[in-house]
Structure formats: C-alpha cells, structure tokens
C-alpha cells in the first residue's frame, strides 16, 4: 500500500486552514494541521479535522438522484440527470423567457473558487439577471450599500496589525473565523487577538452576549439588540461634539459633515444610554477610547448587520472610521494588496459614492428593492436580492421564476420567513440541488446533483487574498480522487451551458472552450489573469506561502479625480429618525409589550450553518441549536435548565430546548439558524435530535430594507411560553 503525506487546505468553512493529508492509495487516512505554515502557526478547528469522515460518511451522496412520479428518489447518471435538466431548463426558458431561470448559490459555494465566475458567466450568457447568493441575506450593506451610498477611501482602510485600537460589533471571528480586514484575522484568531493584545492594542466589544471575543475585550458594551445605530450614531455625537475627530482629514475629503452632525443631535449620551441599557460612562469611554486611535477601525458582524436599519448601520460605521481617518495615507505601506490579481494603483484619495451601484434589474416586489452591486474581488458584481427570492418565486406575471439552481445552499433552513420559503421551492417547476448530502432543501428538489467534497478537486485562495494581512497564498491540488458518479459545482454551470448552446466567458473576459471541458487549472487561471505573481508558481509550491511581492505604498491623490465621501446621502435623515422610533417603541411588530424577548443569532462551534450535524465528532457536541437565556431569566419564568419550551413570534412558534448562560444579556435569546426541518410540523417532536428553525418566527417582507430587502432575520420579538 502506499501511503503519501499531501499539503492542502480545509474548505469547511473559509478560513482555509492547511493541512496535511494522509492518503493510502486513493483514499484520505487522517487530516492533520499543517504546524509548518508562517501564517496559521498549525491552527485549525474541530469541524475541519473531521475532513474524512465527511468524505466518507454513510449519508455522503457519492451519485446523483432524480425524483419519481410516487415522490422518492432513484439513482441516475449525472450525465443522464445534466441532459434531463438542460431539456427542461430549455422548454422553461422558451416559455418564460431568461429570468425565469435562477441559481442560487450559498455559503458553500464561495468555498469553491470556480463556482462564482462560472454561474455568472452563465448567467450573462443566458441574458437572465436572477442571481442570488447568500451575500444578500448575509451582510448586502457592508459589501456594496454602504460604499454605494458613502463612497470609501482608495487607500484603503487601517487593518487588525496596524490598529491601536478596534470597535468589534456584533463579530464573534473565534467562533465564526469571520470577518472583513480591520475585524481580528479569520486566519487563526485567536493568535491574532492575542498578539494585539501583547503589543497594547484596545479592544472593545458590542455584543448583548459576553461572546468569546467579548471576553478578552477591554470593555465590553452588553447592549440591547437591534440598538446598534443609535449606539453608533452616540459615538460619533461624542467625537464631534468633543471635536476627537481627525478635522483636517474631514475638510479635506469629506461632505456634508454640518448636517450630518446635526442629524445627530438627539442622540445624547443620556438618551443613547437608556435606549440601548448601557452605562452612559461606558458608552462616553468608548467613544474617547475609539477617537484616541491614532489608527484604528470599526467593523461589524452578522449581528448587526441582520438586526434593524442595517444599511444605517453600515453608513454609522464608514462614518465612525472616516471621521477618525482611519485610512493609509500617502507613502504608508499596505500590509496586503493580494496576489491573485493584477496590481492596481491605490491613491490617497475618497472614491465618491456610487450611485449607480443601487440601480439595475428591479425586482417584481418593489421598486425600492433590486440588484446589489456586491465589490468582489473581480470587481463589482450584480445579484438579484435573496431575502425576497421566494416571492419571485411565489409572485404570477412575466419573470416569474419557475427554474432554480441551489448550490451549495440550503434554502429552506436559511432564508428568512421559512413557511414562505417552503411553498416557494415547492411551487418551482424545477428545482435542482448539487449537495453533498440530502439537504432539506434537496430533499424537495427534482435532481439531486451529488458533489465533490474539498480534499476531492483542486482549489486557490482567491476568495481571502485581500483578506490576508501578508501577501498569502496557497493552491491545493486534488488529493484524491472522488469515488463516486460526481461533479464540482462549477462543472453544473459548465455543462448545463453546454448542453444549452452557451458561450460562457470569465469575467466576461476570458472565453471558456464549450466543446471540450477545461481543467480546474484552466478556470482558475482564467480567473486570476495578471495576478501579482504567476498561477503557475503558486500551483508549484508544496502549500501555502508568503510571497516576496513588492511593497505596496500608497500614492497621492490624482487631482483629476479625487472626491469626497459623502456623510449625509439622501434619505439617511428619516433612517436616523426611523431608528430612533424603533429604539423609543420597542422592536415589536405591534403595540402592547406582549412579545418582551428579542432572539438574536450566533454561530456554534460544531457546526456552519447546516453543514456538519450528520459527524459523529460534531453530533457528541450537541444536535440541537438551543435556545440560550439569562438563568435569571429562566428561573422568573419558571423554566428548567434543557427544558422544552415554545418560543413565539407575531408570525409563527418553534419548539426549542432552553439552555441556561449566564453570557446572554437579560432580556434575550441566542439561538442558532439553519437548523430543524421544513415548517409543517413534521420535525416539532424531534427538537433535540435535529433542532428548530428561527427563520419560522418571521416573515421576510416585515421590514424589507431599501435596495435590498434584507430581512430582519436577528432582535425578533418573541414571548417564551412553556409547551401546553
Ligand atoms: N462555526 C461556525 N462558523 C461560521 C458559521 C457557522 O454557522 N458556524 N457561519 C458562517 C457564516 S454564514 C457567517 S456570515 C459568519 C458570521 O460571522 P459573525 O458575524 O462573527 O457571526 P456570529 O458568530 O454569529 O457573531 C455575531 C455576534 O453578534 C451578536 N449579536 C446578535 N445580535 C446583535 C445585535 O443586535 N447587536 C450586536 N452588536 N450584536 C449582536 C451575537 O451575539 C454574536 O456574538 O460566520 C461563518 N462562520
Ligand atoms: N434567522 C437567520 N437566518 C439566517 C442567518 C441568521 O443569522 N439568522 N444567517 C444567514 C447567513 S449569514 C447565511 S450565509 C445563510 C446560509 O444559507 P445557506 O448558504 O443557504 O445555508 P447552508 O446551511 O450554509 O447551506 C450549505 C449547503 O451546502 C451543502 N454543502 C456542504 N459542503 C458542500 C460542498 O462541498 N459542495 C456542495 N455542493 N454542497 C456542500 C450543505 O449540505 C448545505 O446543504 O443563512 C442566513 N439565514
Ligand atoms: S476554521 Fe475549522 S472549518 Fe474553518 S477552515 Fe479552519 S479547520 Fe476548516
Ligand atoms: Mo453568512
């Protein structure tokens, strides 16, 4: 037998920790850190070391499966299932025209560098704009809104290593190993923190749980949920009232800060204090503790980002980080500008807003909700909003969608307003699945497509190479061949155009060759056409490096086409005012105080997202996503620690097992999504073994936020009942 070592990376989830892999023949022995490498140090996380019993798992779909006249499914060809799909997809399109065909591609998805390129060249080739991904019920505002609406700064924002001091919102990266550059590194946190730590950086924390991040902040502010605009928009009265903010940075590259200052006159520590149940003196000491900087940043999480008003949220954020100039200025060195692709200048200049960033493809719902230019990093790139696809669905008239593609996602656990998003998928004409193992989503699907798993096709670190703080890359190749009848998710899109007469092109750019299939190489190369350093030298390397690329420094301003980012955009008055109406009235849908909980979410260790309750290892942590309470709260209840309550919203009841943690904030309840089953019941008796969905609780067209009808999928009213 022969046993061989392989370096690769773990696609789990996207921190992409190296390991290395023992293979015998063709088949994965044991995943283990990669302790060589410069930037992880050897850190990985539980769920990533069970790599190989994910590969092998008895409910692991090593085919694909087509459903029945009687409802079950049958094993079939993928090629048979792809020439099936193509035939519908076509007499669909014939009838319904482009937009009726959708894809939407999930959180999985992005694990798998192709996918992305490919379904939009798809996409443009079949001139249909019904491009959905998870960004838009993750954080739309962060990724696009906001730079639309504001602007940025071309020489980009201060990092984790350069910072003195960070405003962590709702962002818990040692848990979720996520976050954008300025949060602390996804790429081993915990190490990140604690350097920062070491050398005298400031962290605090706004979480309503004390958070793993919230306890090794420096001061944590507990803060009511769903409060965070009027704590930021209390901030920065501070600063400007205490003039704590960079002026001459301001009168340079700034508009509109008389107003906006103004807007924010009844946000006074008094009012902010009681509104958001923080300390008036805590909240004073942030904000002098942020200003003090010199260099700094504010970022936010999924927290805030899913609760109310998030596109205020965002421009309070952008505005916290401006105002203190919290941005490379001429001459200072970037720790990173990637590798992957080609070079561009970086000014020390404001890029003005975009305004033509929040027009595009309206969506049948409203005309104030539509495509989001979502900033990639092969630039902008338009998507149709997620959090209302399934009344695009749902929705009778001319585009309609009545085809879908789901890769790598998990509708029917994710989507917010899950009774909705039930009949939705169930009303398709088709629905197509590419999954690693019978979803609740591909359990309703026509063709189930059986995946690759990431040890089973070659990848690149395309989706964090601006993420990292040095200049890092790593190119896994295949380290065992997939066993059974299955394809990557890229190949989906490829063969469907193929079969559909396609002309597919990268980045509208670099043509594919339709007849014969390109290699993953091929793709990726495509992809990252004038990278800073060759594809070719990085696929060579035996795992992941830091690269010996030029310093890259900050230029000054170009004179013909420097602008000013933009504090007071239209509308963002009557956000400020719709904010403090929430925080004066409560969260509820209705008057009356009946509902006094908020349920916010979190992520859990065990488990990202759906993915990975079926593993052993994982499922002795817990199959269920409790309902985590203050003990305080639970013993005023009358509720025992692991008991089975009902947890009530004004749109619908979950059963879930209450947890006793003293972390939660008074008042709240932290619960955990995409668990459970489809909204009919039929999971309700098995809380413990499979979970319950929070998505059950709201409808997603309670308060659709403009441009891009985010839900409020977190700080949801609810009442805590038990069963009977
Ligand atoms: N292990 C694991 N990792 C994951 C995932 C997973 O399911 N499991 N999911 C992945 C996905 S899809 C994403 S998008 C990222 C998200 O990554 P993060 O944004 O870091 O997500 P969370 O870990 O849920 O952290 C959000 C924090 O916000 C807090 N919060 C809730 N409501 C509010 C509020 O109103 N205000 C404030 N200030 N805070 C609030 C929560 O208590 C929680 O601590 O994680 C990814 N990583
Ligand atoms: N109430 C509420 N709702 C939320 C959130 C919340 O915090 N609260 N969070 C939102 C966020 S941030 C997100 S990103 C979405 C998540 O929404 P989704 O991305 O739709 O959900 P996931 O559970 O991540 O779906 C991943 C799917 O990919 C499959 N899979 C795993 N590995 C592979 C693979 O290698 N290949 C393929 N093809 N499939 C694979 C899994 O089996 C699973 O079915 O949920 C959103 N919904
Ligand atoms: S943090 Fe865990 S799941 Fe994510 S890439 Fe690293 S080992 Fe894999
Ligand atoms: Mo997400």
């Known amino acids: 037998m022969a046993t061989r070592q392989v370096k690769t990376y773990c696609r789990f989830c996207h921190a992409y920790c190296p390991m290395v892999a023992t293979v015998e023949d063709n088949r994965l022995i044991a995943v283990e850190p990669d302790t060589d490498n410069e930037i992880y140090g050897g850190y990985t996380c539980v769920k990533g070391r069970q790599l190989v019993e994910q590969t092998y798992h008895p409910q692991r779909l090593q085919h694909s499966l087509k459903r029945q006249a009687d409802g079950s499914f049958e094993t079939i060809g993928t090629s048979r299932a792809l020439d099936e799909i193509a035939t519908k997809l076509q007499d669909i399109l014939d009838r319904h025209g482009p937009r009726s065909i959708a894809s939407y591609n999930g959180t999985v998805s992005f694990q798998n560098s192709a996918t992305h390129p490919v379904a939009k060249a798809w996409h443009v080739a079949l001139d249909s704009p019904s491009y959905y991904t998870s960004i838009t019920i993750d954080q739309p505002a962060k990724v696009g809104i906001g730079v639309a609406r504001m602007g940025y700064w071309g020489g980009g924002n201060h990092t984790w290593r350069d910072s003195n001091v960070a405003l962590i919102i709702g962002n818990n990266t040692l848990v979720s190993h996520f976050s954008i550059p300025g949060g602390i590194p996804s790429f081993s946190p915990s190490n990140a923190l604690r ?318 060759d339709m007849t014969e299939k390109p290699t993953k190489y091929d793709i990726l190369a495509r992809m990252t056409t004038g990278s800073r350093v060759p594809l070719e030298e990085i696929y060579n390397r035996d795992g992941g490096h830091v690269y010996d690329v030029p310093d890259v420094i900050v230029q000054p301003a170009d004179p013909a086409t420097r602008g000013h980012m933009d504090l007071f955009p239209a509308g963002l008055a009557d956000e400020l005012e719709a904010a403090a109406r929430d925080a004066d009235h409560g969260l509820q849908l209705t008057a009356g105080g009946e509902y006094p909980y908020l349920l916010v979410s979190r992520r859990m260790k065990n488990t990202f997202n759906s993915t990975g309750p079926e593993l052993s290892f994982l499922a002795a942590k817990g199959t269920t996503n409790p309902a985590y309470i203050n003990p305080d709260d639970l013993a005023a209840l009358n509720i025992a620690d692991g008991e089975i309550i009902t947890i009530r919203s004004e749109r619908g009841e979950i059963p879930a097992v209450a947890q006793g943690s003293p972390d939660i904030k008074r008042g709240v309840v932290s619960m955990a999504h995409c668990w459970g089953a489809a909204p009919d019941g039929s999971g309700d008796d098995k809380v413990r073994e499979i979970g319950a969905n929070t998505n059950r609780l709201i409808d997603n067209l309670d308060h659709p936020e403009k441009y891009s009808g985010m839900a409020r999928q977190s700080a949801i009213a609810v009442k805590l009942c038990k069963p009977g």
Request: glycine letters at 8%; proline letters at 7%; hydrophobic letters at 40%.
């Open 195 to 512: 350097e920062g730590r070491k050398r005298g950086m400031k962290i605090i924390c706004v979480d309503p749980r004390r958070s793993e991040v919230a306890s090794r902040a420096d001061l944590h502010l507990q803060i009511k949920p769903g409060q965070d605009a009027v704590l930021l928009a209390g901030l920065i009265h501070i600063i400007l009232e205490e003039n704590l903010h960079d002026a001459e940075f301001c009168a340079q590259h700034i508009r509109n800060l008389e107003p906006f200052k103004a807007s924010l006159g009844r946000f006074t520590p008094d009012y902010v204090a009681a509104r958001t149940e923080l300390e008036r003196d805590d909240i004073i000491a942030a904000a002098r503790l942020f200003a003090a900087g010199p260099r700094g940043t504010a970022s936010t999480g999924t927290g805030p980002e899913m609760g109310p008003h998030p596109n205020l949220v965002q421009h309070l954020v952008q505005s916290i980080n401006a105002i203190c100039g919290r941005h490379y200025r001429a001459g200072e060195r970037l720790p990173n500008a990637g590798v992957l692709s080609p070079l561009a200048p970086r000014l020390a200049q404001a890029v003005p807003p975009q305004p033509e960033w929040l027009t595009g493809v309206r969506s049948r719902v409203s005309e104030d909700i539509g495509e989001v230019t979502v900033l990639t990093a092969n630039g902008p790139i338009k998507e149709m909003p997620t959090a209302i696809c399934a009344d695009e669905i749902l929705m009778e008239g001319p585009g309609q969608i009545k085809a879908l593609i789901c890769v790598g996602g998990n509708p029917l656990l994710a989507w917010p307003g899950q009774e909705k998003a039930f009949r939705a998928l169930q009303g398709l004409e088709l629905l197509v699945c590419i999954d690693y193992k019978l979803s609740a989503t591909a359990e309703l699907a026509d063709y189930v497509i059986g995946s690759k798993l990431c040890l089973e096709r070659d990848d690149l670190t395309v989706l964090t190479d601006i993420w990292y703080e040095q200049p890092y890359s790593h190119y896994a190749r295949t380290v065992v061949e997939a066993e059974g009848d299955v394809i990557e998710e890229w190949e989906l899109f490829w063969e469907l155009g193929k079969r559909l007469g396609l002309d597919l092109s990268i980045n509208q750019q670099h043509p594919l």
